[in-house]
Nanobody, 125 residues
Framework: QVRLAESGGGSVQAGGSLRLSCAAS????????MGWFRQAPGKERELVAA???????TYAEAMKGRCTISRDNGKKTVDLQMNSLKPEDTAVYYC???????????????????WGQGTQVTVSS
């Protein structure tokens, strides 16, 4: 079992940056694919970025070029650096872990096994 705790959310102006961090507790962190999702009011939860066990990454089209996901298996953390933020990036951001056999990165929320409580990101114009 994995427990996830996000930090680093907050309020920024458009064009600003935020770095979100997710700390995991439990065993076998390195065997999980990790993802960052977001959910805005009235909208479905959507993938922002995901990283496989071996470090391959994928990004949502809306975030390509504006964010970077990274992981540190020794520290059991996964970070999301977001730049050039826009008001439409406003949402609750969630960290998630998916138990995978191969080095893949699931992209659908239903493919993830564990979730954090979320951290609010608000971008003002």
């Amino acid at each position: 079992q994995v427990r996830l705790a996000e930090s680093g959310g907050g309020s920024v102006q458009a064009g600003g940056s935020l770095r979100l961090s997710c700390a995991a507790s439990g065993n076998n962190f390195s065997r999980y694919a990790m993802g960052w999702f977001r959910q805005a009011p009235g909208k479905e939860r959507e993938l922002v970025a995901a990283i496989s066990r071996s470090g391959e990454t994928t990004y949502a089209e809306a975030m390509k070029g504006r964010c970077t996901i990274s992981r540190d298996n020794g520290k059991k953390t996964v970070d999301l650096q977001m730049n050039s933020l826009k008001p439409e990036d406003t949402a609750v951001y969630y960290c998630a872990a998916a138990w995978v056999i191969m080095s893949v990165f699931p992209v659908r929320p239903t493919e993830y096994d564990y979730w954090g409580q979320g951290t609010q990101v608000t971008v003002s114009s």
